[in-house]
Nanobody
Framework: QVQLVESGGGLVQAGGSLRLSCAAS????????MGWFRQAPGKEREFVAA????????YYADSVKGRFTISRDNAKNTVYLQMNSLKPEDTAVYYC?????????????WGQGTQVTVSS
């Protein structure tokens, strides 16, 4: 079992930045690839970014490429999402997930989510 707790969401103006954190406890954090997903009101959950177990490779949705950066600190059991140049369309609840592998998009474990609101 892995417990995931996101933090760092909030209200920010367009063009601003936020850094989300996801702290993991339970089974070995470093045995999982990690991902960030988001769900806007009335829309399906969508993939945002993923990172390998070692942190050596990352992958991004086209909509966030060049603006968001995923990283992890296995010593701290934490994965991060640095979000720059935020746009109103980035408004959503952001979730982190523990993934079976780098390509998994279903997730084995999920956090409760953190709200990000970008005002225009």
């Amino acid at each position: 079992q892995v417990q995931l707790v996101e933090s760092g969401g909030g209200l920010v103006q367009a063009g601003g930045s936020l850094r989300l954190s996801c702290a993991a406890s339970g089974r070995t954090f470093s045995s999982y690839a990690m991902g960030w997903f988001r769900q806007a009101p009335g829309k399906e959950r969508e993939f945002v970014a993923a990172i390998r177990r070692s942190g050596g490779s990352t992958y991004y949705a086209d909509s966030v490429k060049g603006r968001f950066t995923i990283s992890r600190d296995n010593a701290k059991n934490t994965v991060y999402l640095q979000m720059n140049s935020l746009k109103p369309e980035d408004t959503a609840v952001y979730y982190c997930a523990a993934l079976k592998n780098y390509y998994d998009r279903r997730g084995d474990y999920w956090g409760q989510g953190t709200q990000v609101t970008v005002s225009s």
